[in-house]
């Protein structure tokens, strides 16, 4: 759900976008070395409306699809810091409101992105939009699933928290391959996915430290076999597959003395488009 993100689903949509412009290598160059962030919007449209022409439509729809998901994770983190007494003061309140910039900000990109490119961006409730969101996993406005204290309940909060940075982690790894050709955009995306990894890394800290009836077993920064460390079968479909011991046709288990859990611990498995789709849609109505 980042830029890099949106590139990869755009090439694999049309895989000749960039030899259409000034040729691959220095259309990301020019993107990488010369254009500011405040003007990169501007230039994405730009590139968009001399490339695609009678297809701007579809990439619009790739765009507004990645604003929805954006919207998802903003609105989670903004309801929780208006939640009278649900996070501590101190450096968990700090840490909360440090992602939820960083999300802000990628919903305003990609919103001036869109709009750059001649489209209209979808929009929440606070935009005059359609998009509703229901954290409690009820798919409706009432509100009233089976996360009903997601935003009482400091433990659970964080519970979910984990489970969104972690399918996001795993749903940007699944687009990395549509990169390969692409060194300079390639590299952006693995910085870009390594914060996102702190990210999770860090609710998974935090959560460690709170503990709570919503922990089980000890989180750590990374994941170990299939675990969520959550005491709850809804969020299990954003961690199966990670309990894969082999790696490129090779077994990980033994090499060096690496255990089970080692060899899984040791490798981040992606997540398809289909399977996000079916982890975040409970949340959406």
């Known amino acids: 759900m980042n830029f890099s993100n949106i590139l990869a ?10 030899e259409r412009t000034s040729g691959r290598r220095n259309v990301i160059k020019n993107w990488s070395r010369k254009v500011s962030m405040a003007a990169l919007p501007f230039a994405l449209g730009s590139l968009f409306q001399k490339t695609y022409a009678q297809s701007a439509t579809d990439v619009i729809g790739v765009l507004n699809y990645a604003l929805t998901l954006e919207y998802l994770e903003r609105n989670f983190y903004q309801m929780a810091l208006a939640s009278s007494g649900l996070i501590p003061a101190g450096p968990a309140r700090t840490a909360i409101q440090t992602i939820y910039a960083h999300e802000a900000a990628h919903v305003t990109f990609l919103r001036t992105a869109i709009t750059a490119s001649g489209g209209t961006p979808v ?12 954290f409690s996993a009820g798919d409706s406005a009432a509100m009233n699933g089976p996360l009903a204290t ?19 982690v795993r749903a940007y790894k ?6 390969i050709s692409n060194n300079d955009v390639l590299t952006a995306a ?46 299990q479909a954003s961690y199966d ?15 060096g003395g690496a255990s089970v859990d080692a060899a899984t611990e040791s490798f981040d498995e992606p997540l398809t488009m289909a399977q996000v789709t079916a982890i975040v849609g409970p949340f959406i109505y």
């Open 190 to 235: 693995l910085q870009i996915h390594s914060v996102e990894a702190r990210h999770a890394a860090h609710i998974r800290s935090m959560r460690r430290a709170a503990g709570g009836p919503w922990l089980t077993g000890t989180p750590k920064p990374w994941i170990t076999g299939k675990q969520s460390n959550i005491s709850s079968t809804l969020v």
């Open 174 to 179: 699944g687009q990395a391959a549509a990169l």
């Open 150 to 168: 997601v935003f009482s309940d400091y433990g659970l909060f964080l519970a979910v928290a984990q489970t969104f940075e972690d399918t996001g």
């Open 123 to 134: 929009g929440d409730a606070a935009d005059g939009g359609t998009l509703r969101f229901d």
């Open 9 to 18: 689903e755009i090439e694999k949509l049309d895989p000749e976008v960039y």
């Open 241 to 255: 597959g990670e309990e894969l011991t082999t790696q490129g046709g090779v077994s990980i288990i033994g090499l």
